[in-house]
């Protein structure tokens, strides 16, 4: 047992640390998004010098821009999913995981998972998008182990609402 209370309380410190993290890279991202403005001389001339008169430097920076706005987009997302996880971990701790609240937390993960996968099918169209302007970007493929991690979500959802409503009716037999 006092395994298992070192396991939840270090994914616990874990998924409180990858919440602060969340939050930095908001915060690193709105600062990095208002650079480009205001260091846009110094940012064109390196586009300039990387890419010549190919790309129009404007629509490289653009597309760096939108780029951080999908980045910060995610942050909400990443924060229910954690927030989520967070609240499970408590109840897991108390003794007491097999609640409605957790059937409804595993849900709003999958709900965060799937938003996250719609975003990186958004990512895919721009990357492809920025290949037209011969943009340098990192390739993208479509995750299906992501798409399988939203199934599991929902599933296991439905699994604790079953479980936690047999819970119920054998407590309410003894």
């Given at each position: 047992?006092?395994?298992?209370?070192?396991?939840?309380?270090?994914?616990?410190?874990?998924?409180r640390l990858l919440r602060?993290?969340?939050?930095?890279?908001?915060?690193?991202m709105?600062?990095?998004?208002?650079?480009?403005?205001?260091?846009?001389?110094?940012?064109?001339?390196?586009?300039?010098?990387?890419?010549?008169?190919?790309?129009?430097?404007?629509?490289?920076?653009?597309?760096?821009?939108?780029?951080m706005?999908?980045?910060?987009?995610?942050?909400?997302?990443?924060?229910?999913?954690?927030?989520?996880?967070?609240?499970?971990?408590?109840?897991?701790?108390?003794?007491?995981?097999?609640?409605?609240?957790?059937?409804r937390?595993?849900?709003?993960?999958?709900?965060?998972?799937?938003?996250?996968?719609?975003?990186?099918?958004?990512?895919?169209?721009?990357?492809?998008?920025?290949?037209?302007?011969?943009?340098?970007?990192?390739?993208?493929r479509?995750?299906?182990?992501?798409?399988?991690?939203?199934?599991?979500?929902?599933?296991?959802?439905?699994?604790f609402?079953?479980?936690?409503?047999?819970c119920?009716?054998?407590?309410?037999?003894?």
């Amino acid at each position: 047992m006092q395994r298992r209370d070192r396991l939840i309380a270090g994914t616990t410190l874990i998924v409180r640390l990858l919440r602060w993290g969340n939050y930095a890279f908001l915060a690193l991202m709105i600062v990095a998004l208002l650079g480009t403005w205001l260091f846009h001389a110094a940012l064109a001339a390196q586009l300039l010098a990387k890419y010549g008169s190919v790309v129009p430097v404007d629509t490289v920076i653009g597309f760096i821009r939108i780029l951080m706005l999908i980045g910060m987009v995610c942050v909400w997302p990443i924060e229910w999913l954690l927030r989520s996880l967070s609240a499970m971990l408590d109840t897991v701790r108390t003794g007491s995981p097999f609640v409605p609240a957790n059937a409804r937390r595993l849900r709003t993960t999958g709900w965060a998972l799937l938003t996250l996968q719609f975003i990186d099918l958004l990512t895919g169209v721009l990357s492809w998008w920025a290949r037209t302007w011969h943009i340098d970007v990192v390739d993208w493929r479509p995750s299906i182990i992501g798409w399988m991690c939203v199934l599991v979500a929902f599933v296991l959802a439905r699994i604790f609402d079953v479980g936690t409503a047999l819970c119920d009716e054998l407590e309410g037999t003894i």
